[in-house]
Nanobody, 126 residues
Framework: VQLQASGGGLVQAGGSLRLSCAASGGTFSGYTVTWFRQAPGKEREFVAGIFRWNINNLYYKDSVKGRFTISRDVARKTVYLQMNSLKPEDTAVYYC???????????????????WGQGTQVTVSS
């Protein structure tokens, strides 16, 4: 499956953005789909994920809990990341990733994924 990420932009602190990750060449059925981010000079880090395409298995990085929401639209083959109450420290390039083979113990690791979107820049000004 190929991934297309979009929706980034420049927003003031406290604002909101919604990122989209659309699948082509297949569907997300059975896949684990995650959002990672990478700030300049830092490692890529897990942000949020849907494990094995099950909406009852949603996971978040602690620092985004209560502010970010991951969701899916099966018909549109798209995963969204709604980001509210954005902070300057959320500034990063955001990537979506997918894999049908990850296991729960390692799904927060970027090395577990073989399909990646191209990244979308999110900049939060103070």
């Amino acid at each position: 499956v190929q991934l297309q990420a979009s929706g980034g932009g420049l927003v003031q602190a406290g604002g909101s953005l919604r990122l989209s990750c659309a699948a082509s060449g297949g569907t997300f059925s059975g896949y684990t789909v995650t959002w990672f981010r990478q700030a300049p000079g830092k490692e890529r880090e897990f942000v949020a994920g849907i494990f094995r395409w099950n909406i009852n298995n949603l996971y978040y990085k602690d620092s985004v809990k209560g502010r970010f929401t991951i969701s899916r639209d099966v018909a549109r083959k798209t995963v969204y990341l709604q980001m509210n109450s954005l902070k300057p420290e959320d500034t990063a390039v955001y990537y979506c990733a997918a894999s049908s083979r990850v296991i729960l113990s390692t799904f927060r690791l970027s090395s577990s994924y073989d399909s990646w979107g191209q990244g979308t820049q999110v900049t939060v000004s103070s």
